[in-house]
């Protein structure tokens, strides 16, 4: 028989770092597309955004007030008296230019009229028989927001591979930047596999359980930053099965859950190769998660999480996660790393180990707690964590060692 692809020296197993490899040397971003500003909160930009227009884009005013022509620093501003000759609200403009000895009611964001010297606060005049009089000293430009002061025309307002954020949305709108070129999110479809599975609005049957991770990888699909589609459960029937695997084959990514171990009744790696899918590597040497499958057709990534809750979370956050970043453009796939000491002792089994660990912020740094179940269908311990130590096979971590932790969901404070 042909070596599968991905073998490695250790057995047929791959250790966790390979096979992150493989996965992200398969994973290339999404081709560019241009979409509504308010759809690309969070994408990457596939392009420069150069600034098209200044910003302000006209000079107004920054206070409610009077624009004023003809103050001088020389004389005693308090004498000198402006004759009111009109107002402008924000929204409107004032015909010809501010005559010297002239004063215009004004408001915030309403623009000056030509030849406005400043603009004196509202709070500081005092007005009486159709002219105003300055309170204060009021210097030239005072209360004027300069035509591009802020941004230039022509300024690069945001580069290539920046992550859109609120305020780049903020930026974005102001400057009338409508639509922007940016990496698409995956659409990420997920199957559940299993004949003992039941919806978790249905009443427990014997021998059944609740599908748990149709909702968990929806839930880590949203968090990720992709769109998730979920295909019905159908058991552990091979026909419905592949047609189900041939919907999610149309999508960026499928995920499938249980059915890719080595039991009588685990057909999916059977039937994903004949649909065509190419198997990148089977097994990593990692635990919990052992059995995870890899696989690509055309463009399509395809991952065989084993079923066990805690495996599904775990090969998720470590490996899927990364191809869903990669293919939405991002170049960071590390998570929140936080160093602490260990609260208890860890000894580790032959396996690399993700596990599970409460992160505590104490006066001296963080405290690290190895939670008590480690079983990969502990749904309860997983819900206890708030991150994942990596330790190696075999290791044994003694009390107060530094340890470094990936912190789940910002840590769960
Ligand atoms: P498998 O990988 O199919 O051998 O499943 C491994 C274990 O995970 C079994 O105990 C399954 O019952 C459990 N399991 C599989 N799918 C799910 C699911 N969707 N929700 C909860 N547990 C599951
Ligand atoms: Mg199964």
Redesign the pocket.
């Known amino acids: 028989m042909a070596p599968v692809s991905g073998v490695c020296a250790k057995g047929n197993m791959l250790t966790h770092k390979e096979a992150l490899q493989k996965i992200l040397s398969q994973a290339q971003p999404l081709a560019p597309k241009r979409v509504l500003l308010r759809e690309s909160l969070g994408l990457v930009l596939s392009e420069d955004i150069v600034a098209p227009e200044p910003f302000p884009s006209f000079n107004n005013s920054a206070v409610d007030g009077y624009a004023v022509s003809g103050i001088s620093q020389k004389v005693n501003q308090k004498q000198i008296k402006f004759k009111v000759t009109g107002e402008i609200r924000a929204g409107e403009c004032f015909k010809g230019s501010l005559k010297s000895g002239h004063a215009v009611r004004i408001f915030t964001g309403a623009p000056v009229p030509n030849r406005t010297q400043a603009v004196a606060m509202q709070e500081y005049v005092e007005r009486a028989n159709g002219h105003v009089s300055l309170l204060k000293e009021l210097a030239p430009h005072e209360n004027i927001r300069f035509c591009g002061e802020d941004v230039r025309i022509g300024k690069t307002l945001l580069k290539k591979n920046s992550a859109i954020t609120p305020s780049h949305l903020a930026l974005l709108a102001a400057l009338g930047c409508h639509k922007i070129l940016v990496t698409p999110v995956p659409k990420v479809s997920i199957l ?3 004949s ?2 039941i919806k978790i609005g249905e009443p427990l049957r014997p021998g059944k ?6 909702i ?1 990888l929806e839930a880590l699909v949203k968090q990720a930053g992709g769109i998730p589609l979920c295909l019905p ?1 159908v058991g ?1 029937s091979p026909a419905k099965i592949r047609f189900l695997i041939r919907e999610g084959l149309k999508q960026d990514v499928l995920l499938i ?5 080595v ?1 009588k ?2 057909f999916v790696k059977e039937i994903l190769r004949e649909e065509g899918v190419k198997e990148i590597f089977w097994k990593v040497d990692i635990k919990p998660g052992k ?1 995870l499958f890899f696989g690509k057709k055309n463009r399509t990534l395809v991952f065989g ?5 805690v ?2 979370f775990v090969t998720f956050e470590e490996f899927a996660k990364p191809a869903l970043l990669k293919l939405m453009g991002k170049k960071n796939f590390d998570g929140q790393m936080v160093q602490g000491s260990l609260a208890k002792p860890f000894m580790n089994g032959p396996r690399f180990h993700f596990v599970r660990v409460q992160c505590v912020q104490k006066r001296g740094g963080f405290a690290i707690t190895p939670l008590k179940g480690q079983g ?2 502990m ?1 309860g311990s997983l819900a206890s964590a708030n991150a994942l130590l990596r330790v190696k096979a075999n290791a044994s971590l003694k009390k107060n060692t530094m340890v470094s932790v990936k912190l789940l969901d910002g840590g769960k404070w």
Do not use: F, K, M, Q
């Open positions: 559940a596999t299993g003992e599975l359980i609740r599908d748990s991770n149709t968990l459960n552990d859950s249980g059915g890719v171990s039991g009744y685990d059995p999480l084993p079923g066990n809750p495996s599904v990969s269908h749904v």
